[in-house]
């Protein structure tokens, strides 16, 4: 069974509009975190936002916060103010936690392709 | 430049030839990620370190392949044989355990064609 599911193969999103791409996951951990990576078409995987299963707030870092929704295994991106440059693909992923024998190691979703037109 | 760096970042090579890539991770990271990664489709994890010791390998990982990280450093990912379908991008990641839930910071991956 697939462990993230991003169910949105394309978005696309007006510069300076906000956009979400959703996120579900399934683990049975209670311990574990999230995490979304952008990758332009250059192909590097960059690191944009982490949030840990405990954390009791919304992550946010700039233009990105991560809408966790616990009960419903939802880690959906919100990116406000959408930027020409925000074009890439998405992706999200989780790790789960060593308690239960996890191993730390992130397991990654298809993706999303945004694409931000002007 | 301190983060993860791949070498070579291209690579064309002939069915049935050997590849190795290399990883150099970001200093005092003591994780080390292989991830494959092909057209549409999300990173693959293949193998994973902590220092030198290799402590888990993907069934992706078939006998062909081959991982090193001799002094807890650099890594290699070696490829026997080529096969066609090893045709992807194949992305080295490193993480410090404490650094924010164990985050992973990618290299700029290595592609390969196998023709």
């Known amino acids: 069974a697939q462990k993230i599911t991003q169910t949105q193969p394309g978005m696309f999103v007006q510069e300076k509009e906000a956009v979400t791409l959703d996120c579900t996951y399934d683990?049975?951990?209670?311990?574990?975190?999230l995490f979304w990576y952008k990758q332009p078409s250059s192909g590097e995987m960059i690191f944009l936002i982490y949030q840990g299963s405990y954390d009791e707030q919304n992550a946010t870092e700039g233009r990105y916060s991560l809408n966790f929704q616990k009960a419903r295994k939802s880690a959906n991106l919100v990116i406000s103010a959408s930027q020409l440059g925000d074009s890439a693909m998405y992706f999200c992923?989780?790790?789960?936690?060593?308690?239960?024998?996890?191993?730390?190691?992130?397991?990654f979703g298809r993706g999303t392709s945004l694409i931000v037109h002007p | 430049d301190t983060g993860v760096s791949q070498d070579p970042r291209h690579k064309i090579t002939k069915r049935g030839q050997n590849v190795t890539f290399r990883c150099d991770p970001i200093s005092e990271h003591n994780r080390l990620y292989w991830y494959r990664q092909t057209l549409g489709q999300g990173p693959e994890f293949l193998t994973y370190?902590?220092?030198?010791?290799?402590?888990?390998k993907s069934r992706l990982l078939s006998d062909r392949f081959s991982a090193e990280r001799p002094k807890g450093s650099f890594s290699t990912l070696e490829i026997q044989r080529t096969e066609q379908g090893d045709s992807a991008m194949y992305l080295c990641?490193?993480?410090?355990?404490?650094?924010?839930?164990?985050?992973?910071?990618f290299g700029e991956g290595s592609w390969l064609t196998v023709v």
């Open positions: 683990t049975s951990d209670q311990s574990y975190g």
């Open positions: 992923a989780m790790r789960e936690g060593a308690l239960t024998g996890g191993s730390y190691i992130p397991t």
């Open positions: 370190f902590q220092n030198e010791a290799q402590l888990e």
């Open positions: 990641a490193s993480s410090f355990p404490s650094d924010q839930g164990n985050t992973i910071y």
